[in-house]
Nanobody, 123 residues
Framework: VQLQASGGGLVQAGGSLRLSCAAS????????MGWFRQAPGKERLFVAA????????YYADSVKGRFTISRDKAKNTVYLQMNSLKPEDTAVYYC?????????????????WGQGTLVTVSS
């Protein structure tokens, strides 16, 4: 599975961005998906996850109520809608996939990773 993340950019605080993670090489129908982020000099942290069915989602407390993860099986793509962005959301965002029916929140649970897309939120 190859993952391509896109949609990052520069946005003012309070603004919105939608990240996309397009998969190739295999359909994502049976893959759990997640988003992680890594700020400069810090470890990669969990942001959001969704089951292969799309029926369950899970969010880090820091983004709950502001971010929404979703998936479009027909497009083989997972999205992260980010609203009410804050400067502390600035990071490189990575999507990840693993063949699992569970909601995966640990980065060690994911086998496949995209290359990352930079999100910068100015104050």
């Amino acid at each position: 599975v190859q993952l391509q993340a896109s949609g990052g950019g520069l946005v003012q605080a309070g603004g919105s961005l939608r990240l996309s993670c397009a998969a190739s090489g295999r359909t994502l129908g049976r893959y759990a998906m997640g988003w992680f982020r890594q700020a400069p000099g810090k470890e990669r942290l969990f942001v959001a996850a969704i089951t292969w069915s799309g029926g369950s989602t899970y969010y880090a407390d820091s983004v709950k109520g502001r971010f929404t993860i979703s998936r479009d099986k027909a497009k083989n793509t997972v999205y992260l809608q980010m609203n009410s962005l804050k400067p502390e959301d600035t990071a490189v965002y990575y999507c990840a996939a693993d063949y699992s029916s569970l909601v995966l929140i640990a980065k060690t649970g994911y086998e496949y990773w995209g290359q990352g897309t930079l999100v910068t939120v100015s104050s």
